[in-house]
């Protein structure tokens, strides 16, 4: 089975930087999916890491360590736009993502 | 660029009832998966989808079955419906982890 953990809900200020952080517990991993989902619509992807290590898109980088059971994902220069969910899933066995309950991110003028 | 395409959007049916959802996948993605999420809650993993078999089962009831037909398209069957299935039913289709999983805009299926 899997634990995945990450807070419920942030808040931040636009143009600030926030961490989104998530732990998690699983047999069989198969890589870290990080997904964005507004209210009511699909989760959409944004990034995946399998290898420990940074990986930079953009505005929005993922941050992996196995060993620890542990990635975060950091969004610069936050816009109003980015408030949503961020779903943090575990990839096992066939690489389907276990979703966490999500970070409801909230920005703030 | 083609998106992941559920039908039908929005679905009402009473107690009892049974319901088919649809999913259009990407082309040439060769696996489709269906979530299901309820309100408040995170997508939960129903079933999949590889080259037309069954490759992966979730959380599926047995009062569900899917299907992935020679087009590659899928339906979700869904019969002696409850309350508690009313969801949003997401599919998403993919051609492997690092390209990451498409989600369709999901169907929101209301059992009353």
């Known amino acids: 089975g899997q634990n995945i953990d990450q807070p419920t809900e942030m808040t931040a200020t636009e143009g600030a930087i926030v961490q989104i952080n998530c732990t998690y517990q699983t047999s069989g991993f198969n890589g870290l999916f990080w997904y964005q989902q507004h209210a009511g619509e699909a989760p959409t992807f944004l990034s995946y890491n399998v290898l420990d290590g940074l990986e930079e898109k953009g505005r929005f980088s993922s941050f992996l360590s196995r060993s620890k059971g542990y990635s975060y994902l950091l969004l610069k220069e936050l816009q109003m736009k980015d408030s949503a969910s961020y779903l943090c899933a575990v990839g096992r066995g066939s690489y389907i993502p276990t979703f966490g309950r999500g970070t409801s991110l909230i920005v703030h003028p | 660029a083609a998106g992941v395409i559920q039908s039908p959007r929005h679905l009402i049916k009473e107690k009892r009832e049974t319901a088919t959802l649809k999913c259009y996948p990407i082309?040439?993605?060769?696996?489709v998966y269906w979530y299901q999420q309820g309100p408040g809650q995170d997508p939960q993993f129903l079933i999949s989808f590889y080259e037309k078999m069954q490759s992966d089962k979730g959380s599926i009831p047995d009062r569900f079955s899917a299907q992935q037909f020679s087009d590659y398209h899928s339906e979700l069957n869904m019969s002696s419906l409850e309350l508690g299935d009313s969801a949003l039913y997401f599919c998403a289709s993919s051609l492997g982890p690092r390209s990451g999983y498409t989600f369709g805009s999901g169907t929101r299926l209301t059992v009353v």
């Open positions: 082309p040439r993605h060769d696996t």
